[in-house]
């Protein structure tokens, strides 16, 4: 069965320092891959996608995710963060199987300490 | 600019009063979706419509309905609602059942 993990339940980081965020999946074949972002009280927001073709892709503020298909990955990472980027984030995947559908990960919450 | 919008935001209900919250979206996207999200969990997806046709997942509990009238709203009714049923209700939208997801702002449930 397909499967999405975050293996860090919560991070802290500080203000400027760089970010990586962990996302394993598991899954038979190549499959969509998002990032979202969530503050809280509100709704996901896409930060990024993969479907195919370059595996570094840039996402909207400031991050992105490499997809590394020998190790199921598709981690998140920023290289300076702000105090703004405090959130829950997301990781999904998204299968085209008999019955296509979205998984999401447990998510990773992110404190940022000034 | 196009979005998914949920009312109300916040939506207070009696245990065993049936409540309805809706989501409408200008995206014209054939997909939509709706979530339960309990504090600090990811969003469980609860059913889907691909156009007219309604997925429900298995476990997702009789007391929840949905309704898709037409292309841009999305209702969903809970016909008894428990104190367990307190919870952020996610609507998304999407073009293909696999792809990325256009989220509205939520509406959270209070079950008194």
């Known amino acids: 069965a397909q499967s999405v993990t975050q293996p860090d339940i919560h991070i802290t980081v500080s203000e400027g320092a760089s970010l990586e965020l962990r996302c394993n999946y598991s899954y038979g074949a190549t499959p969509y891959l998002f990032w979202y972002v969530q503050s809280p009280g509100q709704g996901l927001q896409l930060l990024l996608k993969y479907f195919s073709g370059d595996t570094l892709v840039q996402g909207i503020k400031g991050f992105e995710a490499e997809f590394k298909r020998s190790q199921s990955s598709f981690n998140l990472r920023k290289p300076s963060v702000h105090w703004s980027d405090a959130a829950e984030y997301f990781c999904a995947v998204g299968t085209k199987t008999s019955y296509d559908k979205v998984i999401f990960g447990p998510g990773t919450s992110l404190s940022v300490i000034p | 600019d196009a979005m998914v919008i949920q009312n109300p935001r916040y939506q207070v209900t009696q245990f065993g009063k049936p409540v309805t919250l809706s989501c409408s979206q200008t995206?014209?996207?054939?997909?939509m979706y709706w979530y339960q999200q309990k504090s600090s969990q990811a969003p469980k997806l609860l059913f889907h419509?691909?156009?007219?046709?309604?997925?429900n997942e298995a476990d997702t509990p009789d007391n929840f309905q949905s309704r898709r009238p037409n292309t841009s709203f999305c209702f969903l009714d809970i016909r008894s609602p428990g104190l367990g049923d307190a919870a952020m209700y996610l609507c998304?939208?999407?073009?293909?059942?696999?792809?990325?997801?256009?989220f509205g702002p939520g509406t959270r449930l209070t079950v008194t």
């Open positions: 995206l014209n996207h054939n997909v």
């Open positions: 998304a939208t999407s073009t293909t059942s696999a792809g990325e997801q256009y």
């Open positions: 419509y691909y156009d007219k046709d309604f997925n």
